[in-house]
């Protein structure tokens, strides 16, 4: 499947080549690849600080999260394919770079960032379990109940989770040794 991309690629790009080519000249098609760059560096440099700020406004509340995502995606992929050689990729990113065509397809990248969140949240729970920090704040799967003890210097309260009062049964061992850890002392 890459392969048949790549080679399509390779093929749109060389096509196009010869096309402009021959319809302006090797010179002027040379210069029109070079200030299609230099556009394009300078519009993905202008768009980034956008997709920035949009980010910060929706992190204070005051813009739309999955929009500034769709920008901040389209963004990515527009700069991603100015770097890629070629006329063709080259208007491609411009064409995801400049805002009227990016808010043209803004619901279509949400629609697919939605059904591929879903995928993800689906199949994530099984995945989350592998590796990272998931898996080892997951632990082995075993559950230990515990009751919570609060200490005061006067007095030490026993209290089960149900409520009533915790009663301990069994012996002590050895006196010199603590029986439980109190944590960090602060």
Not at 97 to 104: E, G, S
Not at 161 to 186: A, C, F, H, M, W
């Amino acid at each position: 499947m890459i392969a048949a991309v790549f080679l399509l690629y390779v093929i749109v790009e060389i096509a196009a080549l010869v096309i402009v080519g021959n319809a302006i000249g090797v010179a002027w098609t040379v210069l029109l690849f070079l200030a299609g760059s230099l556009v394009g560096l300078i519009v993905m440099r202008s768009q980034w600080r956008r997709v920035m700020d949009g980010f910060r406004k929706a992190t204070r509340g005051e813009g739309s999260p999955s929009l500034a995502v769709a920008d901040g995606a389209l963004v990515a992929a527009g700069s991603a394919l100015m770097f890629v050689p070629g006329l063709v990729t080259s208007v491609l990113g411009l064409l995801l770079l400049i805002p009227p065509t990016r808010w043209a397809l803004r619901p279509l990248a949400v629609l697919l960032a939605g059904k591929r969140a879903a995928a993800f949240a689906a199949g994530g729970d099984a995945f989350a379990g592998t590796v990272g920090y998931a898996s080892r704040m997951r632990g082995n799967g075993e559950v230990i109940d515990g009751e919570i003890i609060v200490e005061t210097p006067e007095t030490t309260e026993y209290v089960a989770s149900n409520g009533k009062e915790l009663v301990l049964e069994g012996e002590i061992l050895d006196t010199d040794t603590p029986t439980r850890s109190r944590g960090p002392q602060y």
